[in-house]
């Protein structure tokens, strides 16, 4: 069975970092592309960022970029989204996502299909306030 269990969110001050995991199980964590994804209250699924199965190749949504950072650690089958210079509208659940198949190409948040990812967790909610 595949699982994702996302940790890591919590309420930070504007320009404040937070580091979110997605600790994975039941699938060869290495072969596949992964994504973070998340939905602000009342809003849609807004994609925000994907990485490759080797962790080479990562892109970002124009909101998060530059300031947002994907990474994997396939010995722990862990992915990994590194928060930086929050705003209050980076406030969202934030949830991880598996590629369908191990053929997925790694693509900008802008051009994949989301229906190439049908896997996320439980979810983590980051909250930006002041």
């Known amino acids: 069975e595949v699982q994702l269990v996302e940790s890591g969110g919590g309420l930070v001050q504007p320009g404040g970092s937070l580091r979110l995991s997605c600790v994975t199980s039941?699938?060869?964590?290495?072969?596949?592309?992964m994504a973070w994804v998340r939905q602000a209250p009342g809003k849609g699924l807004e994609w925000v960022s994907v990485?490759?199965?080797?962790?080479?190749?990562?892109y970002y949504a124009d909101s998060v970029n530059g300031r947002f950072t994907i990474s994997r650690d396939n010995a722990m089958n862990t992915l990994y989204l590194q928060l930086n210079s929050l705003k209050t509208e980076d406030t969202a659940m934030y949830y991880c996502?598996?590629?369908?198949?191990?053929?997925?190409?790694?693509?900008?948040?802008?051009?994949?299909?989301?229906?190439?990812?049908?896997?996320r967790g439980q979810g983590t909610q980051v909250t930006v306030s002041s």
């Open positions: 996502a598996k590629a369908k198949r191990s053929t997925v190409v790694a693509l900008p948040p802008e051009r994949l299909d989301p229906h190439d990812y049908n896997t």
């Open positions: 039941g699938f060869t964590f290495s072969s596949y592309a």
């Open positions: 990485i490759n199965s080797g962790g080479g190749s990562t």
